[in-house]
């Protein structure tokens, strides 16, 4: 089909558009040229130039579920309108922390960890008034502190319901430093329904934001096991302690890993979503028992992983002396 799309294309008048269509139609016969077996859930492939930059874009993926149709169209834009609903996330997790004046609201999706909100109040800390004056001050200070995780609590529903309703949300896990997390979830400010799938242990986080969050993913590890990020910032811290240890486990080299690979003495194979070539080791690495983490460019030193490794390294099952090239 596509070779005699190539041929029609040719009696495009508009020069500009007639070589932009080519060259679209060209890169995308080349990339299934390359291709000796259908997944089975099928493929995808976008090809096509910005015709005001004149930046290339060619993205090629396997969806999470079967394709329903066999769709082509040359067009000016780029029709996702059936894969968006098969790559909604259905297993989100909720992430939550609390402390007296501060909260931060994220969602863990597949290998994506997001940043909802940030809420910040006011309840003031110590103070060195005395008698009377110390209770109506301490009344004053657990009031706004009640009106804060209240205002919280609002927040959190208004992110988690709609997930939960959708069947998408899987748990929330809560964390804070100090004891501001056990008020919080002991108080009647989640949703009755949220607080079913809070998970029962409560974790000790010293920030808030981002690296809050990301720091509550890496305590929750054995709640999270499977999960994409988890497993992402798991492997990597993995890699990067074998790196500094140099105890010969890290691994790294186009033809180092694929020599491994081949071999059948690695154990992870670490793979930047950045990679030309990602469809082929997903394909490849299955094939000799090897489990393959994707990094996503969210996860904390990705961009490090990215260019010092060009997105591609793994972590062997023993330590060895030498390759026999």
Not at 176 to 192: H, M
Not at 226 to 233: I, K, M, N, P, V
């Amino acid at each position: 089909m596509l070779r005699q799309e190539i041929s029609v294309a040719e009696n495009i008048k508009l020069k500009k558009t007639r070589n932009a269509v080519e060259w679209a139609l060209n890169v995308a016969y080349d990339r299934l040229s390359k291709i000796p077996k259908l997944p089975d859930n099928g493929l995808v492939l976008f090809a096509g130039l910005n015709p005001d930059t004149g930046d290339s874009i060619v993205i090629m993926l396997i969806p999470p579920e079967k394709v329903p149709i066999f769709f082509y169209r040359t067009d000016k834009r780029f029709h996702t309108e059936f894969l968006e609903e098969m790559i909604s996330e259905s297993g989100v997790i909720g992430l939550l922390l609390v402390e007296r004046d501060y909260a931060t609201i994220g969602l863990l999706k597949g290998n994506r960890l997001e940043v909802v909100e940030e809420i910040e109040g006011y309840v003031p800390g110590k103070h060195h008034k005395g008698g009377q004056s110390q209770r109506r001050f301490d009344r004053i200070i657990e009031q706004l502190a009640e009106e804060f995780y209240k205002r919280v609590g609002e927040h959190a529903n208004k992110v988690f319901i709609p997930l939960l309703e959708q069947g998408k949300l899987k748990a929330i896990i809560v964390g804070g430093p100090a004891y501001a997390k056990y008020d919080f979830i002991e108080g009647d400010y989640l949703d009755y329904r949220l607080k079913q799938i809070v998970a029962p242990e409560l974790f000790d986080v010293s920030y808030q934001g981002e690296a809050g969050l990301r720091e509550l993913v890496m305590k929750a590890e054995d709640i999270l096991q499977g999960q994409e990020y988890a497993e992402s910032l798991k492997y990597l811290e993995e890699f990067k302690l074998h790196i500094a240890k140099d105890d010969g486990l890290a691994l790294y080299g186009e033809e180092e890993v694929k020599l491994a690979l081949q071999n059948g003495l690695l154990k992870i194979l670490l793979l930047g979503e950045n990679r030309d070539d990602l469809l082929e080791w997903l394909e490849k690495a299955p094939q000799y028992g090897v489990k393959v983490v994707v990094i996503n460019k969210s996860v904390p030193e990705a961009e490090w992983f990215y260019k010092t490794f060009n997105g591609l390294a793994g972590i062997l099952k023993t330590r060895i002396t030498y390759f026999n090239y």
